[in-house]
Nanobody, 119 residues
Framework: QVQLVESGGGSVQAGGSLRLSCTTP????????TDWYRQVAGKQREWVSS???????SYAVSVKGRFTISEDKAKDTVYLQMNSLKPEDTAKYLC?????????????WGQGTQVTVSS
């Protein structure tokens, strides 16, 4: 079964940087893009960034100008470069790499990687 693995989280001080990776070894979506979300316990999951199959990117207002999403198709990996981190960025970051089946892109989630930003 195809697995989705997120990595790159950790603890940093405000102003620091992290790069998250979202990998599905041996599988690359041809019709679906990839999304990054984040979630704090007890709060609603928040959309962070997306990248389409043609490389178009989008960002939540809260992270625009600080985060960059990119993809290395040869490695079946999507990255989220996070710069100028703020304490409010603290959350579990989850990757959604949908799979196209039954006529639509169906969510395919990883377990998430924790990012903690201290002041």
């Amino acid at each position: 079964q195809v697995q989705l693995v997120e990595s790159g989280g950790g603890s940093v001080q405000a102003g620091g940087s992290l790069r998250l990776s979202c990998t599905t070894p041996g599988f690359t979506s041809a019709k679906c893009g990839t999304d990054w979300y984040r979630q704090v316990a007890g709060k609603q999951r928040e959309w962070v960034s997306s990248i389409t199959t043609d490389g178009s990117t989008s960002y939540a207002v809260s992270v625009k100008g600080r985060f960059t999403i990119s993809e290395d198709k040869a490695k079946d990996t999507v990255y989220l470069q996070m710069n100028s981190l703020k304490p409010e960025d603290t959350a579990k970051y989850l990757c959604n790499k949908p799979r196209f089946s039954f006529g639509r892109c169906q969510p395919f989630w990883g377990q998430g990687t924790q990012v903690t930003v201290s002041s």
